[in-house]
């Protein structure tokens, strides 16, 4: 079983590997929204707010433990 490394190494500066998930979470988020918004689903939602930011958590906690390979 091999893990990656929690550093990402980009033009020689290194960054948290959280970082990445965190904005693709956040992608996935504002697409999921404005799906929302555009099948009316959105006005059913009683805190839009704390729905969407678990989503946007969820979302990159997600993505960070299938990318360092933590599922396998």
Do not use: K
């Amino acid at each position: 079983m091999t893990f990656r490394s929690s550093v990402v190494e980009l033009y020689g500066a290194a960054f948290p590997a959280w970082i990445f998930p965190a904005l693709v979470g956040l992608a996935l988020t504002l697409v999921l929204r404005e799906a929302f918004i555009l099948t009316g689903l959105s006005r059913n939602l009683p805190l839009p707010a704390v729905f969407y930011s678990s989503i946007a958590v969820l979302a990159g906690i997600g993505i960070y433990v299938l990318w360092i390979g933590g599922l396998r």
